[in-house]
């Protein structure tokens, strides 16, 4: 398999790193600086690729700078396992960045409010020529970089910023009358119209080298600015579990290299078959790639890239596994343009206003959404989904949607608590991704489900579990349960012999917790 081209190589490594030695430093530096945030890789990183360059012709050092504001990230509903994740990232990243000679200053934030400020200092100390970064479109974070902007600008620095998180930049895929999409499968066809046109688009592009090495002075001010990355997760997050953290660090390596090593093992072995075995929780085929997408540990045109060497380069034709794949990246760009043309999905409002009339059930404390919340609501793949979410910060997609359409279609509870729920709890928490999925099962967002189709849990059940392992893996009450029994037990086995057992009782009965809900929601919308 042809592998993505990477400045990371053990070979390039060295060879960058004796090169770089062997020049003398010059005397006085401007280095460049490359802020990172969501994009904690070397390989394909748009900013740090234009950098590079610039560093090498000019000949000044190339400095990478991180942030920790662990206070914005939890007022985000940042999930402790991805904080994790994050700083065990971020210490990959500086380690493979040592072997280039581009040296690594870690910050700290005490607020999502003093981020700016905090950036903008250590550029000016590091008397800096210049900064880049790559673009987050989330409204704060868009707000936080007008204002690192301004403060630079005062000061006759300059700052760019990178387009690089999506495969198709936000906003290129229109309508013929210039319109935003709202609806995935016209949006998906422009998008590989254009991608056709223009693979440059999506071509992988590495680091320059070799680079220029950093002078004592330069160093002895990055050592004096430096706050030291973490070691575990701050305060005030709570740490995860050790059940928790053991399962993570065997699933989820840290760095892009084991993230490369994920995709190749993928793209090999289990894409051919992707599209018929996805929605099987029991068998866990997916790639298990989305917590190092959500971090940028691995790049998404180097995903599409594996996937068309896999596919003759077809996007739309040959194997129906690497289509079905290529489309799921398809929907990562979606998601982030709605994001972008409405903003407002990033304030907790629906995407479609008239559903805001809709009467939710809004208390956290509500007995039906704690049960929810921890796995005990009597219908086996909604508590196996639910439990899966916490001993493993991670859900399989067919159960995201079957949970979500059970909290809003069946308890009639606010999306806004399950999607925030889901964010507190998943170390692949992406706003788009995440906010798009909910709104899509609750009915009020962009190309939903339409508000009448509800999912029967316990046909999706039989349909995607049949055999039952996935349910019998996680709630463990039911492992002795035995063929279709295990999809209803109260149905099946009746109330005593589950109570015997140990499980709950359904909290509520889906057919007429559905209609209750299917009159509400016309109430709302004006029907």
């Not at 929780?281 to 790639?289: N, Q």
């Not at 596919?311 to 129906?320: H, L, M, P």
């Not at 999706?460 to 039952?468: V, Y």
């Amino acid at each position: 398999m042809k592998r993505a081209a990477s400045t990371s190589d053990d070979h390039d490594s060295k060879r960058v790193k004796d090169d770089a030695q062997a020049a003398p430093p010059p005397a006085a530096q401007r280095p460049v600086v490359v802020w990172i945030r969501s994009d904690l890789r070397i390989s394909d990183n748009s900013a740090l690729t234009r950098a590079s360059r610039i560093a090498v012709a000019d000949g000044n050092p190339l400095v990478v700078m991180f942030v920790v504001s662990p206070n914005e990230w939890l007022e985000h509903d940042m999930a402790a396992i991805k904080c994790r994740f994050i700083l065990h990232c971020v210490s990959a990243l500086r380690d493979a960045l040592a072997l280039l000679n581009v040296s690594f200053v870690t910050l700290t934030a005490a607020s999502r409010r003093d981020v700016p400020q905090v950036v903008c200092d250590a550029v000016v100390r590091l008397n800096a020529n210049r900064i880049l970064w790559n673009i987050e479109y989330e409204i704060h974070e868009t707000q936080r970089d007008k204002k690192v902007t301004k403060l630079l600008a005062d000061r006759q620095i300059p700052s760019t910023a990178c387009h690089d998180q999506c495969i198709l930049m936000p906003g290129k895929a229109r309508t013929k009358e210039g319109k935003v999409y709202t609806v995935f499968t016209p949006f998906k066809k422009t998008w590989i119209t254009i991608l056709q046109k223009d693979p440059s688009l999506y071509k992988l592009q590495p680091m320059s080298a070799p680079l220029p090495v950093a002078s004592p002075a330069l160093l002895e001010t990055i050592t004096a600015i430096s706050t030291g990355l973490p070691t575990t997760v701050p305060q005030p997050f709570e740490a995860p579990s050790q059940e928790l953290i053991d399962f993570a660090d065997k699933m989820y390596p840290a760095g892009e290299a084991n993230a490369r090593i994920r995709l190749e093992s993928f793209v090999k072995a289990r894409i051919k078959g992707y599209k018929n075995d996805r929605d099987s929780p029991g068998k866990d085929l997916t790639s298990r790639l989305s917590a190092y997408l959500a971090l940028g540990v691995i790049s998404p045109r180097e995903c599409l890239v594996e996937a068309l060497n896999a596919n003759n380069q077809k996007f739309d034709s040959g194997s129906d596994g690497a289509v079905t794949w290529i489309s799921e990246l398809c929907w990562r760009d979606f998601y982030k343009n709605i994001l972008v043309e409405y903003p407002r999905v990033c304030k907790n409002q629906p995407f479609k206003l008239e559903t805001d009339n809709v009467t939710w059930t809004t208390d956290p404390e509500s007995p039906l959404f704690k049960a929810w919340c921890t796995g005990h609501t009597g219908y086996p793949i909604v508590d196996a989904g639910m439990r899966q979410l916490l001993a493993e910060g991670w859900m399989h997609n067919r159960v995201r949607m079957i949970v979500a359409s059970f909290l809003t279609k069946d308890l009639g509870i606010d999306w806004r608590l399950g999607e925030k729920h889901f964010m507190r709890h998943l170390i692949d928490g992406d706003l788009a991704s995440n906010n798009g999925g909910w709104q899509w099962a609750a009915s009020t967002g962009t190309d939903s489900q339409p508000y009448f189709r509800i999912f029967n849990p316990t046909l999706q059940s039989e349909k995607f579990d049949p055999a039952g392992s996935y349910i019998r893996k996680f709630v463990p009450e039911l492992k002795g349960v035995l063929g279709k029994e295990i999809h209803d037990p109260k149905g099946k086995l009746g109330l005593p012999r589950i109570a015997k057992l140990g499980y709950v009782a359904p909290i509520v009965d889906h057919k007429i917790a559905s209609q209750a809900f299917l009159e509400a929601f016309k109430r709302g919308i004006g029907k």
